[in-house]
């Protein structure tokens, strides 16, 4: 063998041995041993350098793998989630019930939430501080929670042991696997209005610290509704009047808007196509730079300014500090109201209706008031391939890159044509190979916070959430082309990460919902956890008297609907509005565009 040869020869055999997950440079705990919630630890005095605590999860042995008598007992009672996700998607008489029956209803719903208590422990058990527990991991909030430990730092990949020895770049995989070839509607017919509302409400509570350590939040984990009020005391100060509970505003062509930064100057990030002192001055410093969130702001200020008027004259003598913080209390409630009876129905798909009743936890042990947004949740709602290449706002359309970043379409078209606009264009299809422009950049980020906190790969959530894991890249693409580029991709099924696993899984397995099986179930139960979970909704706040009596009891108990919402805060026709696109109404402004 020549000089040369003998020296590949050892480059090669040193590359194996030192990604051996045996070797003692790393961390027995790479392989992801423990099961079922098993925690692994080091032990240099045990046979395999770890053992796996199993306590408190219904499981024993070496690897937490043998269900208990009472564990195996309960399962067989309990219907495996793949079937339930087949239920609710078929059966429609017996959906039909059990919609129109409160006790079997609010049972089930019940459970629902109740399987998010399990996943999403509050407090948390791991949060992106470190992969061990300590006191400032559950008294420091700035840091997200983790619904399962880090993979440990000194591994061979930053998902353990499994799979290729060096991972696929992000650049590979969004050119690869997310890149849109052709812009993919949602089949389930979602309307536009489904993402600008989530955009709207998600923000005020997904909110990553950008710095060095994507690990960090700057939220204050709920629905507070900091992104209409603000999330410090002074940027609250700065929007509000000080006089009978309103917010500052000012009168453009008869319709109130928010005021101008030269009026109120706080920090915002301005949009590219408005001077910056003719940008508005909003909660949320970046909600000014796109036409849905400047939109929404614009309703609930007013209806925020319409509530403390109806306040105040059934108490005459209340001041303005009541007024304010109990019409916001009121709008709290309606945002949330309209979330779960509208957004998530639509999110969810399948034949079951959720329904807005902050009585139904009280009793079953709900920790009101500890909420802890966790990392995952946040990864999982950047949902950016169901925004389209073109937005059409009346009968002008418009290229992405002239709406994001750009107010202008909503200032020129008004809010009753852009909210009638959005809810009759169908929105894209949240899967592989339908990420846009712009999206593609925003997947870069998300793929490198993922790997940055070391996210445990797709099949341990699986596990965590009581589905099978996968057991081949056929399973999970539901195609062989797409599965064969995957696997030489990530050679390991167990190897594939979270966020590229959820974009990769099939669609259909979920009977009318937009997101597959893993993506919808997760979001859900950390959604429907944090929502009812709320201090707003416990035994000792849901009362009349925490909103003033008769009249704001009456205002925070009523259905309101988004139709009410926006009808009663614009000016002329009232669109009709929905998050899904009625069969023969709708544009699609991608037909007729061959450049894309």
């Not at 950049?441 to 589905?467: C, I, S, T």
Request: proline letters at 7%; charged letters at 20%; aromatic letters at 12%.
């Amino acid at each position: 063998m020549s000089n040369a040869g003998l020296l590949v020869s050892l480059c090669v055999a040193f590359t194996f041995l030192s990604f051996s997950p045996a070797d003692s440079a790393y961390s027995p705990c790479c392989s992801l041993p423990c099961h079922h919630g098993g925690v692994c630890i080091e032990d240099s005095k045990s046979d395999k350098n770890f053992f796996c605590d199993c306590e408190t999860t219904g499981y024993y042995g070496a690897y937490c793998e043998t269900a208990s008598w009472g564990t195996w007992f309960s399962g067989l009672f309990k219907p495996s989630m793949e079937f339930i996700d087949w239920l609710r998607g078929s059966v429609y008489p017996l959906w039909f019930v059990i919609n129109n029956v409160k006790f079997l209803r609010d049972t089930l719903q019940r459970l629902v939430i109740g399987k998010g208590m399990e996943v999403g422990l509050q407090p948390p058990q791991w949060t992106t501080l470190a992969e061990y527990k300590s006191v400032p991991m559950n008294d420091n909030t700035s840091y997200f929670a983790l619904l399962l430990p880090p993979v440990p730092k000194n591994c061979p990949t930053v998902v353990g042991s499994k799979g290729s020895k060096v991972l696929p770049s992000i650049d590979e995989i969004v050119e690869k696997l997310f890149k849109r070839d052709k812009f993919k509607p949602d089949p389930h017919r979602s309307s536009l209005l489904l993402p600008v509302w989530g955009q709207h409400f998600s923000h005020q509570f997904l909110k990553t610290l950008h710095g060095d350590n994507p690990g960090l939040t700057w939220s204050g984990h709920h629905a507070d509704m900091s992104h209409i009020y603000g999330d410090t005391l002074e940027r609250q100060a700065a929007l509000r009047t000080f006089q009978d509970g309103r917010m500052k505003s000012q009168i453009i062509d008869g319709e109130e808007w928010p005021p101008y930064l030269e009026e109120v100057p706080i920090k915002m990030v301005s949009p590219v196509d408005v001077p910056v002192n003719k940008s508005f001055a909003l909660g949320h410093p970046f909600y000014g730079l796109f036409p849905g969130l400047l939109a929404f702001s614009t309703i609930w200020l007013r209806e925020h300014n319409r509530v403390v008027g109806l306040l105040k004259k059934d108490h005459p003598g209340w001041d303005d500090e009541q007024l304010y913080q109990t019409a916001r209390m009121i709008n709290v409630v309606t945002q949330i109201r309209i979330t779960v009876n509208e957004y998530v129905v639509q999110l969810g798909g399948g034949y079951f209706k959720f329904v807005f009743d902050p009585t139904l936890m009280h009793g079953t042990g709900m920790p009101f008031g500890s909420n802890r947004i966790s990392a995952e949740f946040n990864l999982v709602y950047h949902w950016h391939p169901i925004l389209p290449d073109i937005y059409r706002f009346g009968d002008t359309d418009y290229p992405a890159e002239d709406v994001t970043l750009h107010v202008k379409p909503l200032l020129k078209h008004g809010l009753g044509t852009f909210f009638g606009s959005v809810a009759k264009q169908i929105c894209g299809h949240p899967t592989r190979r339908n990420f846009g422009k712009e999206a593609q950049e925003v997947a870069k980020g998300v793929l490198e916070k993922m790997r940055f906190m070391r996210v445990q790969p797709l099949n341990r959530y699986r596990e965590l959430l009581g589905f099978k894991p996968y057991s081949s890249f056929e399973e999970l693409t539901g195609e062989t082309e797409l599965a064969k580029l995957a696997k030489e991709m990530y050679g390991d099924i167990d190897a594939v990460e979270f966020y590229p696993g959820i974009i990769l899984e099939e669609r259909k397995k979920v009977p009318g919902g937009l997101f597959s099986e893993t993506w919808s179930h997760l979001g859900v139960t950390c959604a429907m956890q944090g929502i009812f979970s709320d201090a707003l909704f416990s035994p000792t706040w849901w009362r009349p008297a925490t909103f003033g009596g008769k009249i704001g009891w009456q205002m925070a108990n009523t259905d309101w609907t988004l139709q009410d919402l926006v009808c009663r805060n614009i000016k002329g026709e009232c669109p009709e509005l929905n998050f899904s696109v009625p069969e023969n109404d709708f544009v699609d402004p991608h037909v007729g565009h061959d450049e894309l």
